[in-house]
């Protein structure tokens, strides 16, 4: 790692190591956590060995340690040769006026969006520092492949995913989501952020909003096909996440989704630990062309 980037923690983990790590932001301007699970293959060959990763994006008011503590992803990403990688969901110490007034918007609410919006917009560069900070940094300092990044996440994070993956094909080559807010101009968690974030002019918004990129795309942006899984006890269901609306725009463009519902899981880390094993071996396939 850089100079600017100081290892916090590292525990022993499935024959890997885990991480946790506070860097510099020059994109964010604060500093910045994130956590890498980085699987046996990768010190067993320290000659050289690259790994293929998945960045996941966690949901609201959550940070860079909740997947790494509660997904129980590690085991099976050390099986399979993948490194995860899981950056916190916003900046912290702005000093922002409001920013930690509510829970769905502010600190642990970046959306994985650019703000332009006073004061937001001097910080809140999630998607800006995740693209063109985060992933150059770990790739050229640590045991990874930049050319085998897969994305995928939860809840805003589930959001995030999609809405990188859309916009950056080229970085990201595979994509999947646990209950994803797949519509967020048309619900009240989406119109919040984005009120705040890109202001009140909702022409702005479309450009942050999977279902409404899907359905511009001339062509399947993932062809090998975008995996989603949902459960139908998650309360937050009907009001905030639609994934009914970015089925609808895969459909429209020949985009291949494999929707996934499961009765009595909700929207928390019990549902998604449920599924984690499926959502690698999805990512491995895709990035390796081997699953176990």
């Excluded at 479309?206 to 359905?215: G, I, K, N, V, W």
């Amino acid at each position: 790692m850089n100079k600017t980037t100081q290892l916090i923690a590292e525990h022993g983990c499935f024959g890997g190591v885990q991480r946790f790590y506070q860097h510099d932001s020059t994109t964010i301007g604060l500093p910045m956590k994130f956590s890498v699970f980085l699987p046996p293959q990768t010190l067993m060959d320290e000659a050289g060995g690259k790994v293929p990763a998945l960045i996941y994006l966690a949901g609201l008011t959550c940070n860079e340690e909740t997947f790494m503590v509660k997904a129980g992803a590690q085991r099976l990403a050390a099986d399979l040769g993948l490194a995860l990688i899981a950056p916190d969901t916003s900046p912290r110490g702005a000093n922002a006026p409001g920013e930690a007034d509510n829970w769905d918007f502010g600190v642990g609410a970046g959306f994985y969006l650019d703000a332009t919006q006073a004061p937001w917009a001097k910080n809140w560069r999630m998607e800006s520092y995740i693209t063109q900070e985060l992933l150059p940094l770990v790739t050229s300092t640590l045991p990874i492949n930049a050319n085998k990044i897969g994305i995928f996440g939860h809840s805003m994070g589930g959001h995030g995913a999609l809405t990188l993956a859309i916009k950056h094909p080229a970085l990201f080559k595979s994509v999947s989501a646990f209950a994803p807010i797949c519509a967020p101009t048309q619900c009240p968690w989406g119109r919040n952020a984005f009120t705040g974030y890109l202001g009140a002019d909702e022409s702005n918004w479309a450009a942050q909003d999977a279902s409404a990129l899907m359905s511009q795309m001339k062509a399947a942006p993932y062809p090998g096909g975008i995996l989603l899984d949902q459960g139908l006890a998650d309360k937050f269901l009907a009001e905030q996440l639609h994934p009914h609306i970015f089925k609808a725009a895969c459909k429209s463009v020949n985009q291949t989704l494999v929707l996934r519902e499961h009765a009595g899981y909700d929207h928390g880390y019990y549902f998604i630990a449920s599924f984690m094993a499926d959502h690698l071996q999805h990512h491995a396939q895709h990035l390796t062309g081997n699953s176990l």
